[in-house]
């Protein structure tokens, strides 16, 4: 990460096709505009209402250029995280600026969707540690030069009768 970079994470709408291409060295990148709308509740009405709108593109690298092209379609929502680049562009003698993301992270929404996670080849399969392995996980904490207590036996499994039908 940079001096005073900025990251920034925006929850959005898909606003335009993915569009992925090869750059020349040979690298995978796609692009699409994310279109993102501030939602307000007026407590004296009780009703929410729309508040400012933004359009911003997203330009992803590589392995995420990929699974975002084959995964994404314009109108789905989504969350993008990574960093937020301002650039400038001149046309006519007016000089506009434009506010891009470089993605490191997107991915669907779940408060607006349901997704099935489908590992790539490359992405190593994490699994989670099962509840009563907490402990096996970090050292117990003891004072230095002091000796540590034995850990309590753990209780036999409990034997489950059969059922006869």
């Known amino acids: 990460m940079a001096y005073n970079e900025t990251r920034v994470t925006v929850a959005g709408i898909v606003a335009s096709k993915v569009v992925r291409t090869v ?3 040979g690298y995978s990148r796609a692009a699409f505009r994310v279109h993102t709308r501030e939602r307000r509740f007026d407590r004296d009405r009780e009703e929410w209402f729309d508040g400012s709108t933004m359009f911003l593109m997203v330009t992803c690298w590589r392995d995420l250029a990929d699974n975002v092209h084959a995964c994404l379609d314009k109108g789905d929502p989504v969350l993008v995280h990574g960093k937020l680049r301002i650039r400038e562009t001149a046309e006519n003698g007016v000089t506009s600026q434009h506010i891009d993301i470089e993605a490191t992270a997107v991915g669907p929404n779940l408060v ?3 997704a099935r996670p489908s590992r790539t080849r490359d992405a190593p399969a994490v699994v989670a540690p099962r509840e009563e392995d907490e402990h096996a996980l970090s050292p117990p904490l003891v004072a230095p030069g002091a ?5 309590a036996a753990e209780p036999a499994p409990k034997e489950v009768p059969a059922i006869s039908h």
Do not use: E, N
């Open 23 to 25: 750059v020349g060295t």
């Open 112 to 114: 607006a969707c349901t």
């Open 147 to 151: 000796v540590p207590a034995p850990r």
